[in-house]
């Protein structure tokens, strides 16, 4: 078992003390013959290192080194090197990453259990702090932060034997170590079983990390790191990979129909656990917490900050699936959110895509799909343009996702539940209306070119004042709307108007 000086992780070790004497007794005939099924690090040593030493393969995220295809122990050298530099952390937004390997999370390291690793760690000469490295697969002193204090321009190196298989968070324990860690300093390591891991058709690297920076969500520019707002334990950003949209459109993960998917889900943390989901999937088999045995059917794992996990699953449809963190307001409106796009024919005995769409007098009309609402909102990329016309393009992509669920990409609206926006004389009467309905929403009766509504619009002020002025502006330039502009300054007035309260709509 592994030794750390945190006195937490003491108090947890003594919990598992029963256990040790039964591990012991295995001992003796777990070293002559390790056999797969047995678990724990006395059964994990396979004897000295055979062989050349190799270079470890390293890749940054989303991808995944291959299997290491070995039998035999080795000498497995692992070059990381921490970088600190400036990444887009969303669009128009910039944060200073400290990084092992130059990405967020660090390089995916994959090696066998019994392997001997030489970790050397380099600290660029451009750095201006030291870091070190602490493995959660390491069994020794502070996972090895012990022994890889790194000032800059500095190498260091220590070795270790992988003795427990599993998937293991590594993160730099540096103090203030919070903060290194919600700078980005977290990655994956591998240790496959001595049989390897059950083949699949496509593997991923998805790391959770949460974020505070001096702004607000999508403030743009460059933000700096808010360490109130980490102790508070109130992220700006929960993001997979570093980046919001890291995974999303062209960069979205890919497979076919009929493969088998693998994801290694880490969680850097430093504060928040994952509730980790695909929506449209159900996990085969998940190794929680990297554990050996997995569970089958799982539709959500927990993924604790140091931790991580691995998922199995079939993919039959095709379709977009979208990775969140199911504490959803973290995906919708703090960038917690990604997506595996599956190509392939339709197999509609399985899923038949609408079937129906007809008018039902019910009650009260349903409010539409607020994660729709909310995915745009969270993706769509405001880019605080100022001019009229880079408001309308900025507005258009963003009214796409967000109010075009209800009003509809041609802005007609539904007949008797969602009003039109196209020559709407409600808004012709007085154009900055739109910023006030935006971000207080709108209840009760209504008339729009003589039609009456009484329905509910929610308020979206989840839209940052650039964002209202881009969708606004665009809202009055189409449709044979009377045209003119929503500045940012109309966002500002109608936000400070009425306090929001989006629980009752006004
Ligand atoms: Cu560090």
Redesign the pocket.
Known sequence: MKRTTLSFMMAASLLFAGCDKADKDTVQQAQTQPKAGDGGSAHGDFGPPQGEPIHAVLTSPPLVPPATGRTTPARVIVDLT?QEKEMEISEGVSYTF?TFGGTVPGSFIRVRQGDTVEMRLHNMPDSK????IDLHGVTGPGGGAASSFTAPGHTTQFTFKALNAGIYVYH???APVGM?IA?G?YGLILVEPPEGLPKVDKEYYVMQGDFYTLGKYHDKGHQGFDMEKAIAEQPTYVLFNGREGSMTNDKALKAKVGENVRLYVGNGGPNLVSSFHVIGEIFDKVYPEGARNPNENVQTTLIPAGGASMMDFHVEVPGSYVLVDHSIFRAFNKGALAILKVDGAENKSIYSGKELDEMYVGDKAGSGSMAAVGAAAATAAATGAATREERIAAGKVLFAGTCSTCHQATGEGMPGVFPPLAKSDYIAKNPKVLAEVMLHGKVGPITVNGKSYNSNMPPMNQLTDDEVANIGTYVLNTWGNPGGQITREDAAKARAAKPADASSGH
């Open positions: 921490v400290w702090m030291p870091h070190n730099c324990a540096t290194h700078n300093m």
